[in-house]
C-alpha cells in the first residue's frame, strides 16, 4: 500500500529529550515509562516503551528520540501514554530507538 506525501505529512513525527525514566513493572510487557520534552510549543510528554533489552532507565536520562506527538493519548495500566517514541526491530526483535544523530533542537519536526 502507498499513500500521498499529503497523507505522510499528517503524521507529526517531534524530536524530543528524555527527562526521566523509569521502569513499568505493572505493563504486561516488559517496559521503561519516558517522559520527553519536546519544547515550549508541545511541552513535557509520557510515552510508555518497550525497549528493556537494549535500554537501563538512567542511561536513557538525556537522550534525543523521534516520537509521534499527534496520537491520541492511551491508557497502558495504571499509565498513560501520549506520545509514539519510535524504534526498530533487531534480528530478536529487540527495539532499538531511533534518534538524530546530531543534536537538533527540541520540538523539530521530521522531514
Do not use: C
Amino acid at each position: 500500500m502507498t499513500i500521498s506525501f499529503d497523507e505522510f505529512q499528517k503524521v507529526d513525527i517531534r524530536v524530543g529529550r528524555i527527562t526521566h525514566a523509569e521502569p513499568f513493572p505493572e505493563a504486561r510487557k516488559p517496559a521503561i515509562k519516558l517522559w520527553v520534552d519536546f519544547g515550549a510549543d508541545i511541552g513535557v510528554r509520557k510515552s510508555s516503551a518497550q525497549i528493556t533489552a537494549h535500554y537501563e532507565p538512567q542511561a536513557l536520562v538525556g537522550r534525543q528520540v523521534l516520537a509521534v506527538v499527534n496520537f491520541p493519548p492511551r491508557q497502558i495500566g495504571p499509565f498513560m501514554s501520549e506520545v509514539l517514541v519510535l524504534g526498530a526491530a533487531d534480528d530478536a526483535g529487540n527495539i532499538s530507538l531511533v534518534a538524530p544523530d546530531h543534536p537538533v533542537p527540541l520540538g523539530a519536526r521530521m522531514h
